[in-house]
């Protein structure tokens, strides 16, 4: 039998397993343009404004940009870190520096210090193999930093053309219509799009000078994202809008916390301690004894517990033990929030669903 790719993502479609990569339901595939289940809703239930790249097409157009003398200017959601990296770029963008630039900082807690998320941003990016130029913080939507970033973009680009990359809800197109903005109206008239070499796929060209351009690259989907799990409705809930205000909970041993029915925090041993919660305001934290945290789960999933309201698509959460080692830790689970632990000795366990990545740092606070 042939295989069927979808058209979001490019990966196989299967009609099996529910649970598993590909997911559709068997109707999709007598679609003109098939897609899987998990791109279908966040085609539906999040407004896109990019198009998205199979992966095939995505590296298509990395790697062609590693032949082009340029700058790159990757752009990832601070809110969503691992879930908005875009992977490999580094091996496949060449030479060609790297400017890193975390997008939402207006959702970061004031008491939140921009050097410290900055030197966060740098060593995860070393772990996951990249070593940018430099790193800025900005709020596309705010304007907050975007002055400052053009002028180091002009300065590190050298004369040279632009690349602007990366994931779908990163703010990309935020970003972008803020350049224009601020490089002036004239400048929209003369934004066309340009077809990249080897490849079916619109860029947005903008003229920087006589003689370069910044393009904008499609973003990608990346299935790490909570965005996946949630419907369109709830994604509201579970991406804050504005500034997060911190919740604190004091905690006996054997407590666990519900975040909503999306992850769950277990405080195993340490003693009471106070724990700082950094989600969006309207996620609803549950707070019950450890012995009883499972069977709640499984009675009140989709009600006490959302969201997720759509219990039938949603993973299992998977489970995550740390021992606290120093005072001011935090583990965060990209794309929903983070705990603080002020003190060092907990032992806690962290759920998230499959494939979200859960993370431990030094706070930033
Ligand atoms: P793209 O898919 O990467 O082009 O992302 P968009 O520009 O469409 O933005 C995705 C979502 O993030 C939208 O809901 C935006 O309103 C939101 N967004 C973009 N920039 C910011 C920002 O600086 N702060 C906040 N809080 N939200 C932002």
Redesign the pocket.
């Known amino acids: 039998m042939e295989q069927v790719k979808c058209v979001g993502c490019g990966i196989s479609i299967q009609t099996e397993d529910k649970e598993a990569l590909g997911y559709a339901p068997p109707s999709a595939l007598t679609k003109e343009l098939p897609i899987c289940q998990r791109c279908f809703r966040l085609k539906h239930y999040n ?4 198009v998205s790249l199979t992966d095939d097409d995505y590296r298509k157009i990395v790697s062609a940009i590693g032949d082009e003398d340029a700058l790159v200017v990757k ?1 990832v ?1 601070i809110f969503d870190f691992n879930g908005s990296w875009l992977p490999g770029l580094h091996r496949y963008a060449g030479k060609n520096p790297i400017l890193l630039v975390g ?5 970061l807690p004031k008491s939140v210090n921009p050097n410290k998320v900055i030197h966060w941003m740098k060593k995860e990016a070393k772990e996951l193999g990249l070593k940018p130029i430099d790193v800025h913080l ?5 304007g ?1 930093g975007i002055e400052e970033l053009a002028e180091a973009i002009d300065h590190y680009r050298d004369g040279r053309d632009v690349y602007v990359v ?10 972008i ?1 803020r350049l224009i903005k601020q490089f002036g109206e004239e400048t929209s008239d003369f934004i066309t799009t340009s077809q990249f070499p080897g490849t079916t796929l619109d860029l947005i060209d903008i003229p920087l000078d006589g003689n370069s351009h910044m393009f904008d690259t499609p ?1 990608i989907i990346n299935h790490h994202q909570m965005a996946h799990y949630v419907s369109k409705q709830e994604l509201n809930q579970v ?4 500034e997060i205000k911190p919740m604190v909970f004091q905690l006996n041993e054997q407590q666990t916390l519900y975040f909503g029915g999306l992850a769950r925090m277990d405080y195993i041993k340490g003693g009471k301690q106070s724990f700082v919660c950094h989600f969006s305001n309207l996620i609803n934290i549950h707070r019950t004894k450890l012995e009883n945290a499972d069977d709640l789960y499984d009675k009140h999933l989709g009600e006490m517990l959302s969201p997720p309201k759509d219990i039938e698509n949603f993973p299992k959460l998977k489970r995550y033990e740390w021992m606290i080692k120093e005072s001011k830790t935090d583990i965060v689970i990209s794309g929903l929030g983070w705990i603080t632990f002020p003190e060092a000795g907990a032992k806690v366990a962290v759920y998230a669903p499959e494939g979200v990545s859960v993370t431990i740092r030094k706070s930033l606070i």
Not at 103 to 107: E, Q, T, Y
Not at 166 to 175: A, L, P, Q, V, Y
Not at 239 to 242: A, G
């Open positions: 407004e896109i404004h990019d752009i959601d997008n939402k900082l207006d959702l900005i709020s596309a939507e705010k907050k990366g994931c779908t809800n990163t703010g990309k197109s935020t970003f219509n973003g991406m804050p809008k504005k």
